[in-house]
């Protein structure tokens, strides 16, 4: 009696978990738009930062930085290298088009000392960025103010606390940015 409850348990708990083992719900970590889309073509994306603008209150914090277009191109072609999902490819052969535009960099304040010194700063990098499909031609998605970040203290705060420079900081906020870019490609359909 026992031995035929044995074997009836054990012939339950195989079949449940083949059950289980046989209807997977679908989960992969590749990307859903693989099958379709295999190449990018990530055009330079263009500095529209506004370097003629009145500074006032509500743009006291915007910076220039020469170049951060080119840094934010190069960075975002080698996270879609990195990924794998879409491969960057010349213009006439890719199956995507990526376009960007930087249109602000911040650096704002976020803790003060006692004595009125910033001692956290915040990194703002925010672009405009669109992706076409070259072979039916139309705008797959766009996104406007997309934006990358990164928080880091300066040399006044507390002894505890990880210091990092300016350059290192917004290549800190340039990476974020090309890393959320290659994850809204290839995640969010």
């Known amino acids: 009696m026992i031995k035929k409850l044995l074997k009836n348990l054990f012939l339950l708990a195989t079949s449940y978990s083949l059950l289980v083992a046989m209807s997977g719900c679908g989960y992969t970590?590749?990307?859903m738009i693989v099958n379709k889309f295999k190449t990018i073509y990530v055009v330079p994306f263009v500095n529209k930062i506004d370097i003629t603008?009145?500074?006032?209150?509500a743009n006291k914090y915007r910076l220039y930085k020469p170049m951060l277009e080119t840094d934010v191109t190069r960075a975002v072609t080698n996270k879609y290298l990195f990924d794998g999902n879409l491969r960057p490819v010349r213009e006439g052969?890719?199956?995507?088009?990526?376009?960007?535009?930087?249109?602000?960099?911040?650096?704002?304040?976020?803790?003060?000392?006692d004595g009125d010194e910033v001692e956290e700063y915040r990194i703002n990098i925010i672009v405009n960025i669109s992706i076409e499909?070259?072979?039916?031609?139309q705008l797959v998605w766009e996104e406007k103010n997309f934006t990358g970040d990164y928080t880091y203290f300066t040399s006044y705060a507390p002894a505890s606390a990880i210091k990092k420079s300016d350059d290192t900081a917004?290549?800190?906020a340039i990476s974020d940015l090309a890393r959320r870019i290659v994850e809204?490609?290839?995640?969010?359909?």
């Open 29 to 31: 970590t590749r990307s």
């Open 53 to 57: 603008r009145e500074e006032s209150v």
């Open 93 to 113: 052969s890719a199956d995507l088009i990526l376009k960007g535009e930087v249109v602000e960099f911040r650096r704002d304040p976020l803790r003060y000392t």
């Open 133 to 137: 499909d070259t072979k039916e031609k």
């Open 170 to 172: 917004v290549n800190e």
């Open 184 to 189: 809204r490609t290839v995640e969010q359909w």
